[in-house]
Each structure stands twice: as C-alpha cells, then as structure tokens.
C-alpha cells in the first residue's frame, strides 16, 4: 500500500472516531446549552479525554505528534456533527506557543497535563476594548520585580476564561514609547487562571449571540511568576504570529465543517418539505443557492488543505492559510444563510438548530481575525498593494 | 489467556439497500463491524484488561475488512488476522466461513472465542456454533454477561427475553448478544498505536485448504427484497358492520381463518 492511500486511510478512521464520539452528543444536548448559555463541560471532557485534542502534542508529552491537517479533520468533524468546536478549539491553535516557545520545563510541567485533560489551555487573551485588530497597540502592561511581573490592563472577547485553568496572555513589557518597532516589546505569559481570579484578575461574561463563554478582563496589580514568561521578553507579538497560521486553517476547518453540517441539512429538507404540491428543491430558486454554497465550500477545502499540507511541511503558508479562513468562512456563511432560507419559518426555530449554527459560523467573519484583515493582508503581502492598515 | 474474536465486516445498519441484477449493490455503501461482533471485541478486551493474555481478532473476507480490524486493533486488540479468500472463493457460505475459521484455530489453543450472535447482513447465527462443532469445544449462544475465574466461566444467557445462567470451562466459545456491554469507540492514541500492531494475511494455501475443501453447501436461488408495504384500510359504519366486513376480509382476502 502506498504511503497516500494509508495516509487517505487514517484520516478516515480518525474521521469516524471523531464521529463516534460526537455521535454521544446530539442536537439536543448542544441546543439545550445554547438556551441556557452553558459551557460543553461533557463534550470537551471526552473529547480531550479520547486524546482528540492532544493531537498536536508530541508524543513525548502524551500527545500524538500529528499535524495541522489531522488537528484539522478533528474540528471539522465537531462542527459537522452539529456542535460547536469553538467550546475547545483554542488548546490546539494557543498549544503551539507553548509548544515551540516554551523552556524544557514549562513543557514538562504544562504538555503532559494538558494532553491527559488534567489541566485545560483554553484562553487566549489579546484583544483589548481600545484596541481590536490593531494588536501591537494593546495597552496591558507587564512589569517586572524581581520573579514576578505585576501585570494590569483590561481584556475583552476572550473566551473560555471561566473554563479554563491557563490562559496564553499577550502583554506589553516594554512601552510603545520606547521600542524601534511597534510589534516589538510584547511578550507571553501563561497565567495560572485559578491562582489569578480574585488575586488581581476579575472575570465578566459577555452575553453574545451565540453561546461562546466570552469574557471581560480586569487586571489589577495582578502577579504572575517570571517563570512563567514564555520565551524571550519582548519577543511576545512574534509568538503569536506564528501561531495564527495554525489558527486560520484550523477556524477554516470549522467552517467547513459547519458548511457540510447546512448543505446536508438543507437539502433533506428540500427534499420532503412539500409546498405547492412537490417537494420545495424542485424549485432551482431553491436547490441553486445550496447547490452554489456546496461548490464554495468544497474549493475551500481544497484550499485548507493546501495550507495544512505546507503547514505540516514547515513551509511558508501565511498566504493560503488567510485564503483558507476566507474562503471558509464566506462559504459556511453563504451554507448557513442558503439554509435558513431553505427552512423558511422553521429555519428560525430552536428545534432545527439551524438558527442556532447560524449564529455560531457568522462569528468566524469576524474572530479570531476580521475577513478585512485578511484582505489587507493578501493585497499587501501577495499583491505587492501599499499597505492600507 | 489466549482470546480470539471472530469479527466480520458487514453494511451499516443505516444502510437502504438496493438489488440490481440478483445481487446487493454495494457501491458507495458504508460497512461497519458486524454490531454483535463489536460486543465480542469489547468483551475480549475487558476480559484480557482483568485476566490477562492476548486478544487476535479474526476475519474471513476481502482485503476491504482490513479496514474493520484496524479498528478493532484501535479499540484494543493486540493481533489481527485477515483471512483473504477474495482470488479463491465466488460464492462461499456459512459452512466455508467456518471451515477456513476452524481450520485457523485449530492448534491456536484457544481458551475463549468470542463471535457475535447473528451478522446483520445474512443473519443465519450460524458460524459461531459450526466453529465450536469443528473444533470440538463447547460454545453458548447470545450471552449477555460472562465473568471468569480461572479456567471456569459463568455465563447468562438471553433466551427469548429470558435469561439463563450457565457454567461452563474452558476452552468455550460464546456468541455476543446485545447488552453484553457498551462498546468503546477507538481512542486517538488507540489508533496511533494500532498502526503498529500487527495485522497478518492469510490465503487458502496458507491454511492447506482447497477451493473444494470450503466450497459451499447451500445455493442462492434468488434474491429480492420484502414487498412494499400497502396502504391499509381503515374500516367504517356501525360496529356490527365493521366487524362483519372484517371476517370476511380476513376469510377472503387475507386467507388466515
Ligand atoms: C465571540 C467572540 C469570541 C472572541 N474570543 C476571543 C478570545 O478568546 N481571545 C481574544 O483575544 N479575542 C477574542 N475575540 C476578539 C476578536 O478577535 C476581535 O473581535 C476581532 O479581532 C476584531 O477586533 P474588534 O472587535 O476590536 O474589531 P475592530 O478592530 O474594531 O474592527 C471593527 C471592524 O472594522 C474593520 N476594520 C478595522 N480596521 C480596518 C482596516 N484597516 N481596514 C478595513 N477594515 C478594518 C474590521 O474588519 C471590523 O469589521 C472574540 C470575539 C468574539 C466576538
Ligand atoms: C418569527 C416568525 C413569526 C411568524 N409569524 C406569523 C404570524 O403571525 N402569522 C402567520 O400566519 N404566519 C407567521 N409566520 C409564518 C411565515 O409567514 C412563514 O414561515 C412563511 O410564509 C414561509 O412559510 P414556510 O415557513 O411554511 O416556508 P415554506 O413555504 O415551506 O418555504 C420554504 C422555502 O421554500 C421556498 N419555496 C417554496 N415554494 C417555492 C416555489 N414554488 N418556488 C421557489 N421557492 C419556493 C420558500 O421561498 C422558502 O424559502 C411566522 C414565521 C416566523 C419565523
């Protein structure tokens, strides 16, 4: 058998034991948390337990060893089953700081656990209220004395706070004022969540249209141990852009598999809805629109494996991977409205979970990275255009 | 202990299926473990997990069922043998299943196989007891619970809804019935290490078996699927009437009475 076939094989059997163990946890049980705004605890429980989320941790720390395009496959077949991978999606695309910028021991101490699911990395903590995408503006300040950094600043969006033990937090450590570039003097550091909330850190929720555990962040005098500084100081920013390459195709994914999740969804039911005396697909006014997003989402994927397969080679790939998330997330967008539509009045009731994945794959126009910023980026960085941001 | 799953790669239950010249169309049909053989992969495991030992999951098919052994390597089972009868065999039956079967075990000593109660696809129940009959060992069909101790094996047993308690020794083989377990599904790391785990090949000529040694008993005469189900009829008027019309139906045109 030759190595892409076994490859083709694998990537199958992963699909079906992710498949298997979405299949525990139906509409009903992602519907319910949404009515009552609650955390997967269950899902993201056996997810990481299964070792599903431990995919991109080495071998040597209890993971598997495996690459973007398997971590891939593994969230899109969450949100194709009809959850929400959005709930556990940060440990895989924020790991990879830890992972390629952590000491030896910050590794030792933190991979092991995390894969075994005794300790969840589910934060990831840069936007700020003033900020937004201009990222290198943000205003949280670290600064050291002696063995800790005294941090303070405020956070907004960042999810998952209140279900996490580790949050990644992006700082400044050197004000704006005093570097050569402004992307340089921000650093990492891996906050202890359950050691800062009450001790410097104050958690807020922010009730959002979907049900994503978002939060505010007040941070007052908070101390975090200089071990815990995740590579050099002031190298922070640099960090980050290296993981968010990882984070666009993995977001890419999801959107696929949200796609998948409303094309299926909206051709049955054009297929037994009966108006008009015959079933509402015989309508091309009807079947063109899914029939268009269907075609938008399988050129995404070829475009998400594009990026996954370069990523996986160690090769540049910050171009595809932005095509990818675009295309991605424009095309489970055009699914999700195509649907709706589809569904009619029905698409807007809870009991078709329609409305409720409508919610949940809009976000992705807009986080982790806005589709504008994308654009700027191709048309700067591929395009040669003047930089407009 | 030395434990051996008879495992056989069948359509999923979900599957419709479609008849086109006299014989199920496969294409683009998913398949699955047999569901009454996941019980016995399941069972294997947790009894290798208390007692020890080795678990090998057999099947008898195509290259294709490579696919439902690696997964029951994934779920846990250490060994996987493929017995690929695709070149030698046309039309085989329960009796050449169980020959080829037989024929590998013998002289594996095995202290316990597991096989499931029926496969969904053909549904005869037959294989598990023909290998036991072949190799000599006792076996109890459609067990819903078995623990072991030593070389002795309490067993109970569904019978028709009913459950009898059994004991028995080994060498046993036992045939899964539904609610023996909950199987798991396969694990990330299980899949990773089962692609180190071995998986053998085995042809006719390895097992010194001849086409005309395994070549089947029973002819298919035809194949064709359950009629349609008609519309029923919803009888009206008085009572006395309604019953009336409903003898006579059933004399006439249902012929039962
Ligand atoms: C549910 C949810 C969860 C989130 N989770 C996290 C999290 O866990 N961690 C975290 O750090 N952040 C998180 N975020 C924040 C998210 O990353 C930001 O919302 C996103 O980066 C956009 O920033 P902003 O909201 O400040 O928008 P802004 O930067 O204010 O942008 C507003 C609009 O203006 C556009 N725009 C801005 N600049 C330009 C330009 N130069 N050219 C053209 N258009 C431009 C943008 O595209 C956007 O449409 C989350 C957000 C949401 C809604
Ligand atoms: C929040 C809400 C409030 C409502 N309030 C009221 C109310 O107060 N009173 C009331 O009576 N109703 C109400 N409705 C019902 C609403 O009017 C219907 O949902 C709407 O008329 C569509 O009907 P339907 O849902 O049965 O969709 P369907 O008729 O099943 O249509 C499904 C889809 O198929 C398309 N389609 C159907 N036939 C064709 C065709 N021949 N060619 C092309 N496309 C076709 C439709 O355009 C639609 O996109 C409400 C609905 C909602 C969601």
């Known amino acids: ?389 | 202990m030395n434990i051996f799953v008879l495992l056989k790669r069948t359509f999923d239950t979900e599957e419709k299926i479609v008849i086109s010249n006299g014989s199920i169309v496969e294409d683009g049909a998913e398949f699955i473990i047999n569901p009454y053989d996941e019980y016995a992969v399941e069972e294997a495991i947790q009894i290798r997990d208390s007692q020890g030992g080795e678990v090998t999951v057999v099947s008898v098919g195509g290259e294709e069922a490579e696919k439902q052994l690696r997964t029951a390597l994934a779920m846990g089972a250490d060994k996987a043998v493929l017995i690929n009868i695709e070149d030698d065999i046309e039309n085989g039956d329960q009796f050449t299943t169980s020959k080829i079967l037989a024929e590998f075990l013998q002289g594996k000593e095995a202290d316990l196989i597991l096989a499931g109660n029926v496969a969904i696809d053909g549904g005869s129940g037959q294989v598990g007891p023909r290998v036991a009959d072949l190799l000599d060992i006792p076996y109890i069909t459609t067990i819903t619970n078995i623990t072991v101790d030593g070389t002795s094996v309490k067993i109970v047993r569904d019978v028709e809804g009913d459950s009898e308690t059994i004991e028995a020794a080994l060498p046993l083989l036992v045939t899964a019935q539904q609610g023996l377990n909950e199987p798991r599904y396969p694990s990330l790391p299980g899949i990773m290490k089962a692609k180190k785990k071995p998986l053998e090949e085995l042809e006719l000529d390895d097992l010194d078996l001849d086409e005309d040694d395994v070549e089947a008993k029973t002819k298919t005469i035809e194949i064709f699927l359950p009629p349609k189900k008609e519309a029923g009829k919803v009888l009206e008027g008085e009572l006395d009437v309604q019953v009336k019309e409903l003898v006579s139906l059933l004399h006439s045109e249902a012929k039962v009475i």
């Not at chain 1, 971590?71 to 556990?88: D, F, H, M, V, W």
């Not at chain 1, 101490?109 to 936007?127: C, D, N």
């Not at chain 1, 063995?147 to 050197?174: C, P, W």
Request: glycine content about 8%.
């Open chain 1, 1 to 389: 058998m030759n190595a892409s076939v076994k490859e083709t094989q694998f990537h199958e059997e992963l699909r079906q034991s992710v498949r298997a163990v979405c299949s525990k946890y139906p509409d009903a049980y992602w519907r319910e948390l949404d009515a009552n705004l609650t955390y997967p605890e269950e899902f993201v429980n056996e997810i990481t337990s299964s070792g599903f989320l431990a995919a991109l941790i080495p071998e040597e720390y209890g993971g598997s060893g495996l690459g973007i395009t398997e971590a891939s496959i593994i969230l899109e077949e969450i949100n194709r089953s009809g959850g929400n991978a959005g709930a556990c999606h940060a440990q895989m695309y924020t790991m990879g700081t830890l992972l390629r910028h952590g000491s030896p021991e910050q590794k030792e101490k933190y991979l092991p656990k995390i894969a075994e699911g005794s300790l969840r990395l589910q934060a990831f903590g840069v936007t700020e209220p003033n900020t937004g995408s201009d990222t290198t503006k943000l205003r949280t300040f670290a600064e050291r004395r002696g063995n800790k950094y005294i941090v303070n600043g405020q956070k907004v969006f960042i999810s998952r706070a209140e279900h996490s033990d580790l949050m990644v937090l992006l700082v400044r450590t050197t004000p704006l004022e005093q570097v050569k570039k402004k992307s340089e003097g921000l650093s990492v550091l891996l906050v202890d969540l359950q050691a800062a909330i009450g001790n410097g850190l104050t958690v807020k929720p922010i009730r959002t249209m979907m049900n994503h555990a978002s939060t505010e962040l007040f941070i007052e005098d908070l101390e975090v141990p200089a071990e815990n500084l995740i590579g050099e100081e002031g190298k922070g920013f640099k960090y980050i852009l290296d993981g968010m390459n990882a984070e666009r195709i993995l977001i890419a994914a999801e959107c696929i598999g949200d796609g998948r999740w409303f094309i299926e969804r909206a051709s049955n039911y054009a297929k037994d809805r009966v108006v008009f005396g015959r079933p509402i697909g015989q309508n091309q006014g009807v079947q063109f629109p899914i029939a268009r997003a269907h075609i938008n989402i399988e050129a995404a994927d070829l475009m998400r494996f594009k990026a996954a397969s370069l990523f996986d080679a160690g090769e540049k790939c910050g171009a595809e991977a932005n095509m990818a998330k675009l295309l991605a997330a424009d095309s489970s967008w055009e699914a999700a409205n195509a649907a709706v539509q589809t569904h009619g009045g029905y698409g807007f009731a809870e009991e078709y979970d329609v409305e409720r994945k409508f919610k949940e794959t809009r976000l992705y126009q807009v986080a982790p990275i806005s589709t504008n910023l994308i654009l700027s980026f191709v048309a700067e960085h591929v395009l040669g255009l003047p930089r407009s941001y």
